[in-house]
């Protein structure tokens, strides 16, 4: 046993590139070995025709093939039985079974010939009976059968130009696409189309007689579904005909570039919204004309402009069109009503056509307000630098009530800890550029965690969700959006002694205990409840460790 054992680890060989061994058995060599190998095989052969002569002998009418291996048998079938026959090399040539089984498959062919002749004379002689009986009801029928053939084939080949024009009719008319839950968005792409700006309605011209006179309605704005949202936002007709009437539709102002309708009314000064709602879904819509577009603004809010005009100035190189002030006829080559939206304060490039990402908006946003710092701070290459904490500070809702002792904390763990606030009177260049200046920024969730926009790349977000069930809004609204920007992302969920709605209900109460009844109420009553009434006192000790891991995360 030792000595076998031996002999196959000595077999054993090593496969390239893999971390296994092969185990195989010793090989024999040189004329011993080859002459062993063929005596088996004499040996073997022997069997097989001494077996076979033996089963024919007992049973003289089983043909020789019904004793091959069935694998063989399956293996050769697919090459006939006739090769399968010859396949076999048991001798049977001697015995002339060779001959028999040709004669046995010449005369199976030679019956099916006769079978199928004699059904062919019978029915060429049925034929022949009608046709004599009666000629001219035989030529009715034949006509008859022509003709319905015929009708068969006219009516199956308009049935096709009738789907092909279908077709091609719905392509043409997908002018407007409504699929997208949170908004709507026409383009119009034949170098004529007319904007009636006191009238909100956009003409075009159509060469297709069948696609004129067709109307769409789109309110221009990226909230669709909410009905408060969008009860200010103005809707548009859009209109194709044949031609226009020169006298109703005379441009006031021709332009060669493409235009972008869109609605800044809705939730306009909310910083969220703001980004959302508007300067991402613009970005999509508008970037990739490197600024040779201009921005018709509906339901025009002045001093937004003014707030952004850093990063409209990015996507557009031309005036803004006041469309509430116009009262002509701009006339375009190319237009869009609306806006693309594919996630909130996110951009999938999967749905991008020109695989734009979060990284891009945020290049843009740089550039915007000429953010210097790239990347965040890295604790292995600076030891001696604190890293610098943003703690965002509301003053209303979800505020927190002990922010002294939280700065203190954050002091202790190794921080540089300051206390900041964007409202809509600040002066967003500068907010931007002290943002960009932090490694991290934690807050509690709501509008102003937005701001982590301005952050330089690899730095850290830390959102503290408030009491409520609101952990999967808070990782989609702010979580996932700062991931795509290449940022770290923490998330921190209070307890319910960390809570101040613990000092307005008792411990036992749904709103405490099960948030989830109240959100079956609707968002209104989440909204008053856990997003207005609610403020957080952190637990400074159960909150550390969370500071220490962004402590940690700086060192890669």
């Known amino acids: 046993m030792a000595e076998k054992a031996v002999s196959i680890i000595a077999g054993a060989r090593k496969v390239e590139g893999e971390q296994a061994w092969l185990l195989e058995p010793p090989q024999r060599s040189g004329k011993r070995a080859e002459e062993a190998v063929r005596q088996k095989m004499a040996e073997r052969k022997r069997g097989k025709e001494a077996n076979t002569m033996e089963r024919m002998r007992n049973n003289p009418s089983r043909p020789p093939w019904m004793d091959v291996d069935l694998g063989f048998v399956f293996a050769s079938e697919i090459n006939g039985f006739q090769t ?30 006769g079978l199928i002749s004699v059904f062919s004379g019978v029915v060429l002689l049925l034929l022949f009976f009608v046709l004599l009986s009666d000629p001219l009801s035989f030529k009715v029928s034949i006509d008859e059968a022509s003709k319905t053939l015929i009708a068969n084939v006219k009516a199956a080949r308009q049935i096709d130009l009738k789907n092909k024009k279908e077709t091609t009719m719905e392509k043409r008319k997908q002018i407007c696409d409504f699929s997208n839950r949170k908004t709507d968005v026409c383009e119009i792409n034949n170098g004529d189309v007319r904007i009636h700006a006191n009238s909100s309605t956009v003409q075009f011209i159509t060469t297709f007689p069948s696609e ?94 003014s707030k952004y005009r850093n990063v409209l100035n990015q996507l557009t190189k031309f005036p803004i069109i006041d469309m509430d002030k116009e ?41 915007s307000y000429s953010l210097k710092r790239e990347k965040a701070i890295s604790l292995n290459e600076n030891t001696r630098k604190k890293p610098r904490l943003m703690i965002i500070a509301r003053r209303q809702s979800r505020s927190f009530t002990n922010i002294v002792e939280i700065v203190r904390m954050a002091e202790d763990v190794g921080f540089e800890a300051v206390v900041a606030e964007c409202d809509a009177k600040s002066n967003l260049t500068e907010f ?21 926009m301005f952050l330089p790349s690899n730095a850290i977000v830390i959102q503290v969700v408030p009491l409520g069930g609101l952990g999967d809004v808070s990782w989609m609204d702010y979580g996932k959006p700062s991931v795509n920007m290449k940022l770290r992302y923490l998330q921190y969920d209070i307890s319910e002694n960390e809570s101040t709605l613990i ?7 749904i709103v405490i ?33 969370v500071l220490l891991k962004a402590i940690e995360l700086l060192h890669y």
């Open 212 to 305: 004129t006179n067709h109307s769409w309605k789109i309110k221009p704005h990226p909230r669709k579904g909410d009905k408060i949202g969008m009860s200010k936002i103005t809707e548009f007709t859009l209109k194709s005909s044949a031609s226009f009437d020169q006298a109703l539709n005379s441009c006031t102002l021709i332009q060669s570039i493409p235009s972008i309708i869109f609605s800044i009314g809705g939730y306009m000064g909310n910083v969220f919204h703001d980004f959302s709602d508007i300067l991402i879904p613009l970005f999509l819509t508008s970037h990739h004309y490197h600024g040779q577009v201009q921005f018709v603004i509906t339901d025009m809010k002045h001093w937004w402009v």
């Open 84 to 113: 399968k026959y010859q396949s076999i090399n048991l001798g049977t040539k001697k015995m002339g079974f060779e001959k028999s089984l040709m004669r046995n498959l010449n005369k199976m062919k030679l019956e099916n010939i």
């Open 513 to 545: 205990k099960d948030p989830s009844l109240i959100r079956k109420q609707g968002w209104l009553s989440l909204r008053e409840i856990y997003l207005i009434k609610q403020n957080v006192k952190l637990d400074v000790q159960r909150f550390r460790p």
């Open 327 to 367: 009262e002509g006829v701009l006339c375009y080559q190319n237009l869009t009503i609306g806006l693309r939206f594919h996630l909130e304060l996110s951009i999938d490039p999967l749905k991008s056509p020109y695989s734009f990402s979060m990284q891009d908006f945020a290049s843009l946003i740089r550039n």
């Open 432 to 452: 931007a550029k002290k943002v960009n200046s932090f490694d991290v920024m934690m807050g509690v969730h709501g509008a102003g965690l937005t701001n982590f």
């Open 503 to 509: 000092e307005e209900y008792p411990k036992d109460h």
